[in-house]
């Protein structure tokens, strides 16, 4: 039974070599240098726009520390969130909260050539909230905002996979 069960894995390994197959992957950028234009709070890091760099670097990108040195200027936006009561619990208390970030951003040229227009992403997730789970909860939402993070900075990368040469 096993040698049936390797000898099928096999075979379909050496059908779907055979046909050319392969995982597309991401593609490449098409600009060499990039410089990152972020607002600094001085009470904060700018979380994104250090993630930003990180994944231009890995992608194959030089991040310079001028703009004028770079092909594209990414330029991101102040990154906004919110917090608000979605609904309340029949004794008033909260039982959900709307959690809301938004960031927008463009990339041109350091002589001003638009390269993308400025784009405005949002993401919105519900969270449930029990008074007894504080810690859990605000865990929880430090977790949920980290991921939309996460998904904002992928999205700009895919954008910028996009800037034709």
Known sequence: MKRRVFLFAL?????????????RGASPLTFKTVFVEAPIASYQRNVMAERMRTLLKAAGATVTGLPNEAEIILKLGAEKRTKTILSLTGAGRVAEYRLEMSVTYQAHTPAGKERLPETEIKFIRDLTYDDSQYAA??????????????????????????ISA
């Open 11 to 23: 075979t379909l390994t050496l059908a779907l070599s055979g046909c050319g197959f392969q995982l």
């Open 137 to 162: 909860k605000s865990a929880e939402e430090d977790f949920l905002y980290k991921s939309m993070d996460e998904e904002a900075t992928q999205q700009i990368m895919r954008h910028l996979r996009r």
